[in-house]
């Protein structure tokens, strides 16, 4: 009896589709990997560029101020103004990671990968997100280590270093996504982070208190989420701050809330993305 041959023999079965579930997780996850890899593959300039500014900003205003500043909120202005230089590179470098990674896709036009992809808004948005607080976590975590032989930093609540750490890298990271999906150049990105987001890192108690300020521009800064996030990490680390820590809890939770949620609004309506 004959063979059958390749012509004849009965076609392959199709391949069963891949349920991804409720949440793409493999989908998010690998997004995840890329992003971070991404920027791991610069570490000269999104690690160790980061490192020095602050190291120089912290040798600077010591040499200029630490001895004439005296203490401030009960601590050595060096001791002081530790704290505010790191989560002002975490903030920094969290937004930065955001931006300039949508900015890249959408001028290289590998944007049209991540929109194929059967990956739904929200979990665009978690992925972008995600890297970007691992990339000022990471950063936050090299300049503390590389400022504790100089600064006596104690502990004095992780928790609250913690939480304002994770709140402050995802409310840049969301903030970095929603500039990114704006701007349509390098400039556009470095406009909105020279002209925005530093003095509002610079100006919101990184080198100073708030009780150097005049009364009016006081009941300002209680207001601005980027205070929070700075004098609510400092009271981790020295005890005491302007403001109470459950008040800057809640602001920086109702600003990540808020931003979220435009962030997703924007991404699912393909905002600046979709040619």
Request: aromatic residues 10%; positive net charge; hydrophobic residues 55%.
């Amino acid at each position: 009896m004959p063979q059958p041959t390749a012509a004849t023999a009965a076609p392959a079965a199709p391949l069963a589709p891949r349920h991804l579930g409720t949440v793409n997780w493999l989908g998010l996850w690998t997004l995840y990997q890329k992003e971070v890899r991404r920027f791991l593959k610069v570490t000269g300039q999104t690690v160790i560029g980061p490192l020095i500014m602050a190291l120089l900003f912290l040798a600077i205003f010591a040499v200029a101020l630490g001895s004439r500043r005296g203490e401030v909120e009960g601590v050595p202005y060096v001791v002081f103004l530790a704290p505010g230089l790191i989560i002002m590179s975490i903030a920094q470098n969290a937004f930065a990671n955001a931006s300039s990674s949508l900015l890249i896709a959408k001028t290289q036009g590998t944007i049209v990968d991540l929109l194929m992809a059967p990956l739904r808004p929200v979990e665009l948005v978690v992925a972008f997100i995600l890297s970007a607080v691992t990339r000022g976590l990471l950063v936050g975590l090299v300049i503390g280590a590389a400022m504790a032989p100089f600064v006596p930093m104690a502990l004095v609540n992780p928790g609250l270093i913690l939480f304002h750490a994770l709140a402050a890298a995802t409310l840049l990271g969301l903030m970095g996504m929603l500039v990114g999906l704006w701007a349509e150049r390098m400039d556009n990105l470095a406009a909105a982070s020279n002209f925005a987001i530093a003095p509002l890192t610079f100006l919101s108690g990184t080198f100073y208190a708030i009780t150097d300020l005049p009364d009016s521009l006081q009941g300002v800064l209680l207001a601005n989420p980027f205070f929070h996030m700075i004098d609510g990490f400092r009271q981790g680390f020295i005890g005491q701050g302007a403001s109470e820590p459950l008040f800057g809890v809640a602001v920086m939770l109702g600003a990540n809330i808020a931003v979220f949620w435009l962030c997703h609004r924007a991404v699912a309506r393909g905002w600046r993305l979709k040619p």
